[in-house]
Structure formats: C-alpha cells, structure tokens
C-alpha cells in the first residue's frame, strides 16, 4: 500500500473551500439586503474561507499525485470536518460559541436539521439562508459536488472518493465517465429544487422562505424558517407539495435520471422503490385509520394528510413536521423510531441504514429459515434480478452490525452525560441517521440546553451516519496508517 499523499488532499480541500467562500458570498449579500447587522460578518466569513481555500489549491497546484484509496478515505473525511469549520463562522457572528456553532454547521451539511436556536423567527435573514445553503449542498454530497467539478481527479479519484459518500449510485451509472454522472445527478438535483421554490410560492410562502424550504426539503434535512415548521402556514397545499417532494428526496437520483432520461419503465422495475412506495403506503394507512379511532383526527383527508406527511419526513430523515405529533402517543413513536432506522433508498439524499440493505437482509435471513429444512440446497440472494455473490451480502450484514453498534455507544454516552434512557436511544439513533428529530424536551430538534459533551457526541454521529460509518471508523484503525 502506497503512502498518503497529503499534497493531492490539501489541494483538493483548497479548491473545495473557494466553492463554499463563493456560496457563502449568496447568504452574505441576503444579509446586505436586508440591512443586518451579520452583513459585515458574513462577507469577512467569506473572504476567510476564500482566503484560506485560495491559498491552499495556489500553493499545491503544480501536485498531480495520483490518488490512491486511502488518499480517497481520508479526504471523505476531512473534506465534510474543514467545510464545517468554516462554515460555522457566519453562526458565531451573531453571539453562538465555537460548540453551538460547529453543532449548527454539522446537523446542517449532515442533513441532520437539529438545532441550537429555540426562536428560528428572530434569526437573520442570511443566517437562515446558509443553514438551509448547507442542508442543500451536503444533501446529494459533498464529494459528488467535488468530483462534478474538478476534472483533475480522474476515473479512479472519483469512484474512490464517492464510494466514501454515497451507496447504491454505481449500480446505476448515468454515464461511463464518474464526473459527468456526477454532475448530470446535481443537475437533476438543481432542477428538482427550482420546481419545488416555484410550487411553493404558489402557496403561502414568500420568496426568501420557498427558497429556503425548497433548499432543505431536496436535501431531506428539515431545517425551516420557523419555530412550528411547516405547520406554521397551516396550508394543505403546501404540506403535499413538501410531502411530494421529499418522497422524490428518498428515492435514488441515479434512477430518476435515467427513468426520465432513457429507460423509462426503470423505477417501476426497481426493487427498493417498489418497497419504499409499499412502506410508506401501508403505515400511512394504519396511521390514518389508527388517528381516527383513537379520536386524535375526526376528518379521514387531514388524517390521511398529516400521517403521509409524517411517515415521508421520517423515512426520508427530513424531519419537517406539521402538527403535533407527541399527542399521538407512544405507539406511533415506536413506528418512527423503526422508520429512522430503516431510512430510504441508498443513493438518495436521507439517512439511516438503507431500505436497500434491509431488504437484501430480510432475503438472506429467509433463505436461512430455508435453509435449516433442506441444508444442502443453495439459494442465492437476489436483488433487482441479480444475483448478490457472498461478499456483498457479508458487508452488508457486517455494516448493519455496526450501525447498531454505534448506535448503542453513542446511546450509552448520552446517558452517561444525564440523558434518560429514552432520549438516550431516540437520541443516537436520530443523530445517526442524520433524522434530527429528538424526544421529550428536544422533540422538536431543539438541543440547546445539553451538555456541550452531548453536542460533540452528537456530532460525531451525525458525520459517522452521513459517511456511513466504515470511512470514518477505519482513519482511527492502527492498520489504516502502516505502511505496508
């Protein structure tokens, strides 16, 4: 194994910076507009970050080393660590600490949408541009934005680096060059956020809070511009636009490109879409008829409405929500906590452990009931009409266990830091699958008032989630680092 080629990383982590220094410079100029008194901070946040990033891609411009896998793992990392940094600085202009800020910045670019601010209506207009700006360009990834746009990392750069990011694209290449299936899937990514800015002002929402909603709702993370969410515009126009839309979020970029592009029966073809729309529709269905017996909902379409809205934000990790769902009562908890767990389709932009890898398991384990009555048979696994070999199933299974594994340990440290049993575990899990959403005091996402250790913890698992878990846990193995 070669050594790490700390120039190509750098170099890399430079140019990424002068990208976001140019996103930056958008919330920066909504603060000028809007005459706040961020706007100066902002714009020196800016010119930090382009500094910084400027003088890193000038400084190693002339290295060319080619890139290697762990050169990829490392830099899948650090990239998504240094564009935190940086990108809290706009949060401590306006009085938040270093911790408040990095939490802020981190549950943003993770998609995860949980918050430090308890009055989101009083944040300034910039402020809440660039927290939904984050959600936005962490959503579909960072790396893919990254091999999209530098031509430099060639074919093997690129499918390394995004084998650190992202799951299940791959298999459904839209092109045979890595960098243009790269940005033809943030294009599709960019179109889907206009339509939804524009269908959202057809509602109640002004400009600055459609962008905003748009912005968050493609990412499935959940940030919004107010305190009660969604359902602060009390429209039901707008709760089935946001519904639509983060459903299309939990569904696999890849496969939409190229149902729309090329092969036109391919999302009807695919497996875990097919799952997916079955999920959603059955617990949509029981938490309709379940609300109405229960007295919560007295008219069938605002059950309806507002359980196909819940069970979409919780499956996608957006985390919106637009009622009060706490009065529903802990049967309905217990479901949303199985949901934050199983996640949507991988190559999509939610979190959790993948509808795809669970239904692979759910096969594997029936070929094993299978195979305690006829032992000598062989039953492969299939998935979308192929056969999986041994290996792929073994990963998976070895990536579930330890899913579960940092899920308890980070549980298991929440609770040590005075966290009860029960927002220990929702807690964890919904920081690991990027959900956000929290129980108890922090219901609705808000966790101002934990400890900053609880923060860290938090944080660490909301960047283990988004990285799902291997390329983050393996930079701290001894074997990582020697040479061999």
């Given at each position: 194994m070669n050594k790490i080629h700390v120039g190509i990383i750098l170099r890399v982590i430079g140019i990424l910076l002068c990208f976001e220094a140019l996103f930056m410079f958008i919330p920066t100029i909504v603060a000028f507009v809007y005459n706040e008194?961020?706007?100066?901070?902002?714009?020196v946040s800016s010119l930090i970050t382009l500094i910084l990033g400027g003088t890193l891609s000038y400084k190693l411009r002339n290295c060319h080393q080619t890139m290697g896998r762990r050169d990829g793992v490392l830099l899948g990392t650090s990239v998504w660590i240094v564009f935190a940094l940086m990108g809290m600085l706009p949060f401590m202009s306006i009085g938040s600490s270093f911790t408040d800020a990095m939490f802020e910045t981190v549950s943003g670019v993770t998609t995860t949408g949980a918050s430090i601010y308890l009055n989101i209506d009083t944040l300034p207009h910039g402020?809440?541009?660039?927290?939904?700006?984050?959600?936005?360009?962490?959503?579909?990834?960072?790396?893919?934005?990254?091999?999209?746009?530098l031509p430099m990392l060639n074919h093997r750069g690129g499918m390394i680096l995004l084998s650190t990011e992202t799951s299940g694209i791959g298999q459904y290449k839209v092109s045979p060059r890595i960098s243009q299936t790269a940005l033809?899937?943030?294009?599709?990514?960019?179109?889907?956020?206009?339509?939804?800015?524009?269908?959202?002002?057809?509602g109640s929402m002004n400009w600055f809070d459609a962008v905003c909603h748009s912005l968050s709702t493609m990412a499935t993370g959940g940030f919004s511009t107010h305190n009660e969410s969604i359902g602060y515009y009390h429209s039901s126009f707008i709760e089935y636009v946001i519904t639509i839309f983060t459903f299309i979020g939990g569904i696999n970029f890849a496969i939409i490109y190229r149902t729309v592009m090329d092969d036109h029966t391919l999302i009807f073809r695919s497996e875990q879409v097919r799952w997916y729309v079955m999920l959603i529709a059955m617990f949509t269905g029981m938490f309709t008829i379940g609300l109405l017996l229960q007295g919560t909902y007295t008219h069938v379409e605002e059950s309806f409405r507002y359980s196909l809205f819940q069970i979409c934000s919780v499956i996608?990790?957006?985390?919106?929500?637009?009622?009060?769902?706490?009065?529903?009562?802990?049967?309905?908890?217990?479901?949303?906590?199985?949901?934050?767990?199983?996640?949507?389709?991988?190559?999509s932009t939610s979190g959790g452990a993948k509808l795809d890898r669970m239904i692979i398991l759910t096969k594997n384990a029936r070929n094993e009931f299978h195979r305690v009555i006829h032992p000598n048979v062989i039953r492969p696994v299939v998935y979308n009409n192929k056969v999986l070999s041994h290996e792929t199933v073994s990963k998976i299974l070895a990536f579930t266990i330890m899913y579960?594994?940092?899920?308890?340990?980070?549980?298991i440290i929440l609770a040590m830091q005075g966290a009860s049993m029960g927002e220990a575990v929702y807690g964890s899990l919904s920081a690991l699958s990027n959900m956000g959403i929290g129980i108890g005091a922090d219901a609705g996402g808000y966790y101002s008032d934990i400890s900053y250790g609880a923060k860290?913890?938090?944080?660490?698992?909301?960047?283990?989630?988004?990285?799902?878990?291997?390329?983050?846990?393996?930079?701290?193995?001894?074997?990582f680092w020697k040479k061999s």
């Amino acid at each position: 194994m070669n050594k790490i080629h700390v120039g190509i990383i750098l170099r890399v982590i430079g140019i990424l910076l002068c990208f976001e220094a140019l996103f930056m410079f958008i919330p920066t100029i909504v603060a000028f507009v809007y005459n706040e008194p961020d706007r100066w901070a902002f714009l020196v946040s800016s010119l930090i970050t382009l500094i910084l990033g400027g003088t890193l891609s000038y400084k190693l411009r002339n290295c060319h080393q080619t890139m290697g896998r762990r050169d990829g793992v490392l830099l899948g990392t650090s990239v998504w660590i240094v564009f935190a940094l940086m990108g809290m600085l706009p949060f401590m202009s306006i009085g938040s600490s270093f911790t408040d800020a990095m939490f802020e910045t981190v549950s943003g670019v993770t998609t995860t949408g949980a918050s430090i601010y308890l009055n989101i209506d009083t944040l300034p207009h910039g402020i809440l541009l660039w927290r939904s700006m984050l959600q936005w360009i962490g959503g579909i990834g960072i790396i893919l934005f990254t091999v999209a746009v530098l031509p430099m990392l060639n074919h093997r750069g690129g499918m390394i680096l995004l084998s650190t990011e992202t799951s299940g694209i791959g298999q459904y290449k839209v092109s045979p060059r890595i960098s243009q299936t790269a940005l033809r899937l943030w294009l599709c990514y960019f179109i889907f956020t206009v339509i939804l800015c524009m269908l959202l002002q057809f509602g109640s929402m002004n400009w600055f809070d459609a962008v905003c909603h748009s912005l968050s709702t493609m990412a499935t993370g959940g940030f919004s511009t107010h305190n009660e969410s969604i359902g602060y515009y009390h429209s039901s126009f707008i709760e089935y636009v946001i519904t639509i839309f983060t459903f299309i979020g939990g569904i696999n970029f890849a496969i939409i490109y190229r149902t729309v592009m090329d092969d036109h029966t391919l999302i009807f073809r695919s497996e875990q879409v097919r799952w997916y729309v079955m999920l959603i529709a059955m617990f949509t269905g029981m938490f309709t008829i379940g609300l109405l017996l229960q007295g919560t909902y007295t008219h069938v379409e605002e059950s309806f409405r507002y359980s196909l809205f819940q069970i979409c934000s919780v499956i996608t990790s957006t985390g919106f929500s637009a009622c009060n769902t706490l009065e529903w009562g802990p049967f309905y908890s217990l479901i949303t906590l199985s949901l934050m767990f199983f996640g949507a389709c991988a190559g999509s932009t939610s979190g959790g452990a993948k509808l795809d890898r669970m239904i692979i398991l759910t096969k594997n384990a029936r070929n094993e009931f299978h195979r305690v009555i006829h032992p000598n048979v062989i039953r492969p696994v299939v998935y979308n009409n192929k056969v999986l070999s041994h290996e792929t199933v073994s990963k998976i299974l070895a990536f579930t266990i330890m899913y579960v594994i940092v899920w308890i340990v980070g549980a298991i440290i929440l609770a040590m830091q005075g966290a009860s049993m029960g927002e220990a575990v929702y807690g964890s899990l919904s920081a690991l699958s990027n959900m956000g959403i929290g129980i108890g005091a922090d219901a609705g996402g808000y966790y101002s008032d934990i400890s900053y250790g609880a923060k860290w913890t938090l944080m660490a698992l909301m960047i283990v989630g988004r990285l799902e878990i291997f390329t983050v846990i393996i930079i701290f193995m001894p074997m990582f680092w020697k040479k061999s």
